[in-house]
């Protein structure tokens, strides 16, 4: 088993910049890690991705220096298991609202004694080619990143950070603002206090703290905010972006 080269720039305390990918085609996987993502996301919770395809998007990155994570739909042991059995080497956890919740999404992640995962990883180990040294190393090098997304969530950010297992706490901007009460407003005195709650948090408990974004100006808001794990972008908008960009630049030469 390959060392999650993400989980170590965490543990080093260096940043990692990933991609998300919400499109069914492997295609825009690839192009995520050849670009140079550190890490690049496959979202199961929001995109209609089915098993198949989610392990295609998984085989894309084998050859990659890019880490292969997942967002499960839910923190639902059995989604969880078939993420990592297809080779995913990190779970993004939505919805994490309390310290119960954490310990059962690292729970999801770990074999028996320290979690309940089942055994049949497949795709992780090869096809039965590196069984043993998948099972020692899989908990060192599985990422779990947990998002704080509601009131409730915020309210118990330090024990969620503080949970053994878990590598990160990530904020989706939209998600969060909404569940507290101002949505949408990200300049809003009440939303960055929570931003900074859950960054102190992270730091307090020693882990990282993300967050989910779109493009280089909110991602260096975010930087500046003490974010170690950020996510740039998505492939749709990364690809509207460039569109609208180039039409625009055409239309203005055409005057």
């Given at each position: ?15 990692a910049i990933g ?189 990282a703290f993300g ?45």
């Open positions: 088993m390959r060392e999650n080269r993400t989980k170590r720039l965490l543990k080093d305390g260096k940043t991609g998300w990918v919400v499109s069914e085609d492997p295609t825009t996987t690839e192009i995520m890690a050849d670009v140079g993502f550190d890490f690049v996301v496959v979202d199961t919770e929001h995109a209609p991705q089915t098993a198949t395809g989610l392990q295609a998007h998984m085989m894309t990155l084998k050859d990659t220096p890019a880490t292969g994570v997942v967002r499960v739909v839910w923190n639902d042991f059995v989604r969880v298991k078939q993420a990592l059995d297809v080779g995913a080497e990190g779970i993004v956890f939505p919805w994490v609202n309390t310290v119960e919740q954490a310990r059962a999404a690292v729970a999801s992640t770990r074999y028996p004694p320290r979690g309940n995962r089942g055994w049949g990883p497949r795709r992780a180990i090869r096809f039965a080619t590196d069984q043993m040294d998948y099972f020692r190393h899989a908990e060192e090098n599985i990422l779990v990143l947990c998002q704080i997304e509601t009131q409730e969530a915020l309210d118990n950010a330090e024990a969620i950070a503080a949970a053994d297992g878990v590598d990160a706490l990530m904020v989706g901007p939209a998600d969060f603002s909404i569940n507290i009460g101002v949505p949408l407003d990200w300049d809003c005195d009440k939303f960055m206090a929570g931003i900074r709650r859950v960054r102190q948090a992270a730091d307090a408990a020693g882990k967050v989910i974004t779109s493009g280089a100006a909110y991602a260096r808001r975010w930087l500046a905010e003490g974010a170690r794990v950020i996510i740039a972008g998505s492939d749709g908008a990364f690809l509207k972006m460039m569109a609208q960009a180039t039409l625009g630049e055409i239309r203005q030469a055409i005057g």
